[in-house]
């Protein structure tokens, strides 16, 4: 596949809509943000990957498989999520192992404590599908297109995605968030299919951060 020129529009897109949204959010109200705030700003970036949808299939003339979304073989999709959860867990619990090793501690930032909880399952929502089509089906595909090299791509994909958590969650964040997407980018490498990785990640968040609210 050549990369076009609104493809650099659309790598561009993809690296700079979450922190780029979050800033903007976060200069002009604070840290803490509203029920209301949140909203609009997981809504924000909701619209423009669809933007980003739209550049693949209208400005780049390709197919939405072009990124890894399928939409045929649930089967085998949900199969696979359970698959993609599982082994991420186990990235996780070590990435806290390390974390606590090295002493450090997640950040303390208790922005979802103000929130209602069907605010908190929309980050979720828009966490999984936002960060796996920007960070990985669109930067992986493209990038390794650009470069010719899938490690490469990894590389610039995965740095930033786990840095993306640095705010609100420390070093420690990083740390989890980096092993959490190695997982992803393998599992997208293997069968590259989108839909898995989106549902594995919105659930994963999802049951960390909704499921033990209904036990409170």
């Known amino acids: 596949m050549k990369i076009k020129p609104i493809t650099y529009l659309g790598i561009l897109l993809s690296y700079l809509?979450?922190?780029?949204?979050?800033?903007i959010f976060k200069t002009y109200n604070g840290e803490q943000l509203n029920n209301a705030q949140v909203v609009a700003k997981e809504f924000i970036i909701l619209a423009l990957v669809g933007v980003l949808l739209i550049l693949v299939v209208k400005g780049e003339k390709l197919g939405l498989d072009s990124i890894g979304l399928k939409f045929e073989g649930w089967g085998k999709s949900l199969l696979l999520t359970l698959a993609i959860m599982a082994s991420t867990v186990v990235a996780i619990i070590i990435?806290?192992?390390?974390?606590?090793?090295?002493?450090?501690?997640?950040g303390e930032s208790k922005a979802f404590d103000a929130l209602s909880l069907w605010t908190v399952t929309l980050v979720t929502i828009r966490a999984g599908v936002a960060e796996e089509v920007f960070m990985r089906g669109y930067l992986l595909e493209?990038?390794?297109?650009?470069?010719?090299?899938?490690?490469?791509?990894?590389?610039?994909s995965l740095l930033p995605f786990a840095l993306l958590h640095y705010p609100g969650q420390g070093w420690a964040g990083v740390l989890v968030s980096f092993n959490a997407g190695a997982v992803l980018t393998a599992?997208?490498?293997?069968?590259?299919?989108?839909?898995?990785?989106?549902?594995?990640?919105?659930?994963?968040d999802f049951i960390a951060n909704v499921v033990p609210a209904w036990f409170v």
């Open 17 to 23: 809509t979450i922190s780029g949204v979050n800033w």
């Open 95 to 106: 990435g806290v192992v390390i974390s606590q090793w090295m002493g450090w501690s997640f």
């Open 142 to 156: 493209r990038l390794t297109t650009l470069f010719g090299n899938k490690w490469f791509a990894i590389a610039l």
């Open 187 to 204: 599992f997208y490498f293997w069968k590259r299919d989108l839909k898995a990785n989106i549902l594995a990640h919105f659930l994963i």
